[in-house]
């Protein structure tokens, strides 16, 4: 077995004791292998093929994780995470990707989407896009996008 790949899941699973736990270690997972990926998470419960804006990638779906991977020339490249998963909409559910922004979000005028993309490396940008909001206008479900550098 690969010692990044082993080194990478000890680290995903030391990090879930961390103060809000490890949705999906972004940076370990970022422009590996399907393959390589799947020794992190497991076997996924779909893969198929789909359209990204640098052309046609496979994609991987993760149950377990509610996450989708999106390959772009054999290289993990897009992570969607879908729902809340107990996360704040803000910066501070930046820990659960394994991941720290360099500077402050932007905002779309609705305040329905931040985006980050002054991030670490492996990760380019990170998107939070609310998708539903309670009773008080609260968002209570998003979705989380994580682009790796190419």
């Known amino acids: 077995m690969n010692k990044t790949i082993l080194f990478s899941g000890l680290l995903f699973f030391t990090l879930i004791g961390c103060k809000h736990r490890v949705v999906v270690d972004a940076p370990a997972i970022l422009r590996h292998s399907p393959e390589e990926v799947e020794a992190i998470l497991g076997k996924p419960d779909s893969t198929y093929a789909t359209e990204t804006l640098a052309g046609p990638a496979l994609a991987q779906h993760f149950k377990m994780y509610n996450v989708e991977v999106e390959y ?13 998963h107990g996360l704040p909409f803000s910066e501070e559910a930046l820990e659960a990707f394994n991941a720290k922004a360099l500077g402050e979000p932007t905002k779309s005028p609705d305040e329905k989407v931040m985006r980050w993309i002054k991030m670490q490396a492996p990760i380019e940008a990170i998107s939070f896009a609310a998708t539903h909001y309670d009773s008080l206008q609260n968002v209570d479900n998003f979705t989380v996008t994580i682009i790796g550098r190419k």
């Open 72 to 84: 772009v020339d054999n290289k993990a490249s897009y992570i969607s995470v879908k729902g809340p």
